[in-house]
């Protein structure tokens, strides 16, 4: 990986005579055409990303999309038309599928509090399953399948306690989370789907957290479904998926790599075939994150106590990573970044919080008025995780194809920002 790669995350942004390029296309160029702050995805990356899951894991295996890490229309067509399924986590997401015209993608859908009308959505729509997170859902399940007169497929999520070794606020997998059945509940939940006509068990779920680089946490949660699996005759009938689902890590330029999902495959793929298990994974970061950046304009530089601060018109609103999980993007000029740099800089944005910054300390050179900024691998819960606190329309998103460009969201109009909201 040299260094270019390293800092974005991917090949297709890469520096072409000291301007960023995004595949074709200049970065700058893009934010003159579409203004700023612009996410910029590249086509290329997301393509080359799934073909790695899918030539790691084969054909057999579901690759079910997370649209909570990007849920815009036309990547979740573009993902669609590459034979993906898609993991939901609301009824939104659901209706975003059926918006953006998908018909027959597998879906499984998890979710902590999943709530009736979503069920019944689902199990209409045809969900391959439900990963069930807790007894409570039992009867919400159990009720949608008689009302909609169908059986209620159930990947049963298993809390296993293994620590993702993450970030606290994605850490799913451990005793202490919230997520999944610890094992004595999940035992007495697979009595009440047997006893049931309409419940079905077809398989077991697991999700330890996101942003994971080791394939051992992986691997050990397998371990416990084996052991849990060998406990008793009826914690195996009928399985015929394990959903190891997503957080497959990627790099934030730091250094280490994407998780290698190619020894994840070939390490866990023959214990599944040996429980005549089919693979499911919930990428979603992995997909999109390093195909994605936030292109953001100096506003100016700004004297501070401690450092100076880079002042940019992108704020915490357009990505909140840094501010909430304290997550270290990548930053860099897109013009001439090799400039010497100007000591270190906290790049921040126009709101009125402390804690609204992009980067802290980073090495810069002494950019400019007018010039433009990357923040790297933006693409997973950056647009999908934007407010439009203080007032600030959302940005606009575009996606990049070799040489040409489209808008796949246009950037809030002020009378967006209050169009829900009744004058009286
Ligand atoms: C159940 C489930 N599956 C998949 C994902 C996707 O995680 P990532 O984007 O890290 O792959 C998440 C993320 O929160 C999740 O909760």
Known sequence: MNQETRIAGCSQFAWRDGELHCEGLSLANLAEQYGTPLYVYSKAAMVERYQMLRQAFGPKAGIAYAIKSNSNLSLLRLFAELGAGFDLVSLGELRRIQAAGIKDADMVFA????????????LEAGITFFNLESQRELALLEAAGERVGRS???ALRLNVDVDAETHEYISTGRRQDKFGLDLDSASQALRQIRDSKRLQLVGYHIHLGSQIRSTRPFLEAFSRVEEF????????????YYDLGGGFGIAYGDGAGLLDVQALADQLLPRLEAHGLTAVLEPGRFLVGDAGILLSRVLGRK?????DFLLVDAAMNDLLRPSHYGAEHPVAAVS???RPPEGKVDVVGPICESGDFLALGRSLPDMQEGELLAV????????????????????????VDGESSQLIRRRDSYPDLWAQELDL
């Open 111 to 122: 979710g902590v509090a999943k709530q009736e009308q979503e069920l019944e959505a689902a």
């Open 152 to 154: 209620v497929p159930i």
């Open 229 to 240: 699996m060998a406990a008793a005759p009826e914690h195996r009938e009928g399985l015929r």
């Open 303 to 307: 004297p501070g106590g401690e450092r």
């Open 336 to 338: 001439r970044p090799d």
């Open 376 to 399: 790297f691998s933006a693409g997973a819960y950056g647009a999908a995780m934007t407010l439009t606190y203080n007032s600030r329309p959302r940005p606009a998103e575009v996606l």
